[in-house]
């Protein structure tokens, strides 16, 4: 099945989006809606945007985004044949955009039968459009990218999480001396960035969907592999089922995933 499509509809859906988020960059109010989570009006409004784009081409999709009512996800279930969910992170680094910092993104995934099948991360303020389709090559702003395949070494750049909800795992620090640890304050760049070749592998064991639903798929068709921090595939994951429910994720291309599997899946998901 070709997405060619659909993929060039949700870039332009994204560009609606992250265009209207970087003209409320600094002008907007935050508040909280969870004990540790921010939303701006931004947020809800350009959640608003991508739905109603593809909603007119396509009525009967489904969408999982992150700003619902009350704190909660928002969820309109798929009425086509296919069961098809559009999954939405409307700004993706809402802490930085609240704080009127320009590292953010827009990201938009579709999935079917719980696999991504195609995905685009859109950086507004360096104007960088992140691509990907099943059969289809990744893209950074048209042009093919592939993650890295190379073994890891003292100049690789791995990202880790923002919080440690869980406690330091015991493997997490000696990283710190072997390699560059970084983080940029938005899971979506951050898969994005290992599609590039930028980033060595990424990996979280406390973030959502829409955080990496679109990065993944950008990820697959660039090389990389997902799995979660058992080292399991990450998908299938139930989209209908799904609540919100906090999952984790690692991403990197094989040479990567060999290296740094022993030390960092130790058969406990946090």
């Given amino acids: 099945m070709s997405f060619s499509h659909m993929l060039e509809l949700a870039q332009q859906a994204v560009h609606l ?8 960059l600094g002008q907007t ?5 969870s004990a540790d989570q921010l939303v701006t009006h931004a947020d809800r ?11 007119r081409r396509y009525p009967q999709h489904g969408f999982i985004g992150e700003e619902g009512d009350n704190g909660r996800l928002f969820k309109q279930y798929p009425t086509d044949p296919q069961k098809t969910w559009w999954i939405i992170d409307p700004i993706d680094g809402t802490t930085n955009f609240a704080h009127g910092l320009p590292q953010y993104s827009v990201s938009l995934g579709m999935m079917v039968n719980g696999h991504p099948q195609l995905g685009v991360v859109y950086d507004p303020n360096t104007n960088m459009t992140f691509a990907g389709a ?3 090559p990744a893209t ?3 042009r093919s990218i592939t993650c890295l395949e190379e073994d890891i070494h003292r100049n690789s750049q791995l990202t880790i999480p923002s919080r440690l ?8 620090p000696p990283l710190f001396d072997k390699y560059v ?5 938005s899971a979506a760049l951050h898969l994005a960035y290992v599609a590039l070749g ?3 592998a990424t990996f979280a064991w406390d973030i959502k969907l829409w955080d990496f639903a679109g990065g993944a798929a950008i990820a697959q068709a660039a090389g990389a592999i997902v799995t979660d921090m058992n080292n399991q595939p990450r998908f299938p994951i139930d989209c209908a089922a799904y609540n919100g429910e906090p999952l984790s994720v690692f991403v990197g291309g094989k040479a990567v995933r060999r290296h740094l599997g022993p030390t960092i899946f130790s058969g406990n998901d946090r």
Avoid at 29 to 33: E, F, R, Y
Avoid at 165 to 172: A, D, I, S, T
């Fill in 134 to 136: 099943v059969n289809q």
């Fill in 181 to 185: 640890v970084r983080n940029f304050g």
């Fill in 140 to 142: 950074c702003n048209g």
């Fill in 29 to 33: 109010s935050a508040k909280l809606k």
């Fill in 165 to 172: 909800p869980y406690g330091m795992p015991h493997w997490l």
């Fill in 45 to 55: 409004q350009c959640q608003a945007i991508i739905i109603e784009h593809i909603t």
């Fill in 17 to 24: 989006a992250g265009d209207h988020a970087r003209s409320q």
């Fill in 198 to 200: 930028g980033l060595t």
